[in-house]
């Protein structure tokens, strides 16, 4: 992939975005139909729920199945949703944060916190950085 944030910076979703894209377009390849694309999502997400599964479910993983790491699972599932995203020329990093603020807003009292602070990026206040 082409030029990315150096390891001090963030990468955001938009960033990200940027790097599928460009890396695709490196490559000439062109995105799956969406329809294809959401196959390959629902095999992503069935092959994270298998992970989560052996990690915390009643189906333990055989002795001959290959350990799987739950990080890149869910990578390979956010992958798949940057080209669908991408395909449909859909800003995530947009639309990420309208969802946050919409759970902002209509989930503040939905839930009972007791001594629990909601998380700042959902609570609206400012995030200290460092």
């Known amino acids: 992939m082409t030029s990315r944030p150096s390891r001090d910076d963030d990468l955001t979703l938009r960033d990200a975005q940027a790097l599928v894209d460009n890396w695709m377009a490196d490559r000439g390849w062109e995105y799956w139909h969406p329809l294809s694309q959401l196959a390959r999502l629902t ?23 290959t350990v799987q790491d739950l990080g890149s699972e869910m990578a390979d599932v956010v992958y798949t949703l940057i080209c669908l995203a991408n395909s449909q020329g859909i800003d995530m990093q947009s639309a990420l944060e309208e969802v946050l603020e919409k759970y902002r807003h209509r989930d503040a009292d939905r839930y009972p916190t007791g001594e629990r602070k909601m998380p700042a990026v959902l609570s609206g206040e400012s995030v200290p950085e460092g």
Do not use: I, Q, S
């Open 43 to 65: 095999e992503e997400m069935g092959e994270l729920a298998r992970v989560v599964n052996h990690l915390y479910g009643e189906k333990p993983k055989k002795p001959t199945e």
